[in-house]
């Protein structure tokens, strides 16, 4: 099971990074769209709001989820928990998310994973 772990590590560190750069990318993408509704009050104020709220959400579920695959490696069990909660909100990011999530809930929802994690 220790491969198994490692993999669920590398790959919710890989998409948490990915995940870290979409939120940039998605921060600049809106503020160059707001570049161009300066006149409109409505729009002006919605694409701030959306260039501030959406990369923040992302960055934080991203940055909570390098945190958790980084503690994974060191086998905390804290970081075990928080990987089973991060592996459940990303089932809901259909397909990829989804495979990932149920992978990993399955690696560290096993018998042997959880004696793997108590014993270090």
């Avoid at 958790?68 to 990987?83: F, P, T, V």
Wanted: charged share 10%.
């Amino acid at each position: 099971m220790k491969k198994h772990v490692t993999l669920v590590s590398a790959l919710q560190i890989g998409f948490s990074t990915i995940g870290l750069i979409g939120a940039i990318i998605v921060f600049f993408v809106f503020t160059f769209a707001n570049s161009f509704v300066l006149d409109d009050e409505i729009a002006n104020a919605v694409l701030r709001f959306l260039s501030v709220s959406l990369p923040a959400a992302i960055g934080f579920v991203s940055v909570i989820g390098l945190i958790g695959g980084i503690g994974l490696l060191s086998y905390q069990e804290w970081a075990r928990i928080l990987m089973l909660i991060i592996a459940a909100i990303g089932c809901l990011n259909v397909p990829f998310g989804t495979i990932k999530g149920v992978y990993s809930i399955w690696v560290l929802m096993q018998d042997e994973t959880i004696r793997l994690f108590k014993n270090f």
